[in-house]
């Protein structure tokens, strides 16, 4: 079985300071790895995912990731965070297969807070 | 592209009743549908996988006979919470995967009084 875990619920950062929501998961098979953004009472949306090739991966709204194979983690950076970065982010993997539809675990989740 | 429709997106109801939840793929084909329920400031639990015309997987815990998933069409898929009681109020979120990867619903909050 997979399991992802995120070591740190809540992460205050002041606005325009760089930001780093850690990820690291087990599984003793090759998964996916996804990262997920949800603002309050509204369902999850994909910021960046990592399937194969280079192991940075960027979003369009200036996050990236890189995924460390050594060390089975899968953290989310951002040199410049703004008010609108506050959400709950989770980190997430899938067991790769031939029809991708496998079911995602989710880690706990990271609040991510900005101060003004 | 890839937008998925849940609805409601809140219902209060009395202890003892049932709710049902859509949820719509709107310009896509879902080929597998997901339920995951939300507690307050904690992770997805995913409740049950379904396939079009096929019977719901459930995860371990799930009480199968009390969440009705039926998962008809490759467009829509249904979670109906049988007899809710207020243990059962929750965030359900429904995700449907197709051509694009997983695409999320908006989300229910259920509260059962």
């Known amino acids: 079985a997979q399991s992802v875990t995120q070591l740190d619920s809540q992460v205050p950062v002041f606005e325009e300071a760089p930001v780093e929501l850690r990820c690291n998961y087990s599984?003793?098979?090759?998964?996916?790895l996804f990262w997920y953004v949800q603002y309050p009472n509204q369902g999850l949306q994909l910021l960046l995912k990592y399937l194969s090739g280079s192991t940075l991966v960027e979003s369009i709204n200036g996050f990236e990731a890189e995924f460390n194979k050594s060390q089975t983690s899968f953290h989310l950076r951002k040199p410049s965070v703004h008010i609108s970065d506050t959400a709950e982010y989770f980190c997430?993997?899938?067991?790769?297969?031939?029809?991708?539809?496998?079911?995602?675990?989710f880690g706990t989740g990271t609040r991510l807070t900005i101060i003004p | 592209g890839a937008v998925v429709s849940q609805h409601p997106s809140w219902v209060i109801c009395k202890s003892g009743t049932s709710v049902k939840i859509e949820c719509r793929s709107l310009d896509f084909q879902a080929t597998t549908m997901f339920w995951y329920r939300q507690f307050p400031k904690q992770s997805l639990m995913l409740m049950a996988t379904?396939?079009?015309?096929?019977?719901?997987?459930?995860e371990q815990g799930v009480e199968k006979d009390k969440f009705l998933i039926n998962h008809a069409s490759l467009t829509l898929s249904t979670l109906t919470v049988t007899s809710a009681h207020p243990e059962d109020s929750s965030f359900y979120i429904c995700?449907?995967?197709?051509?694009?990867?997983?695409?999320f619903g908006s989300g229910t909050r259920l509260t059962v009084v």
């Open positions: 379904s396939n079009e015309g096929s019977k719901a997987t459930y």
């Open positions: 995700s449907a995967f197709g051509q694009r990867g997983y695409t």
């Open positions: 997430a993997v899938s067991l790769i297969s031939n029809f991708g539809n496998e079911k995602l675990t």
């Open positions: 599984s003793s098979v090759s998964v996916y």
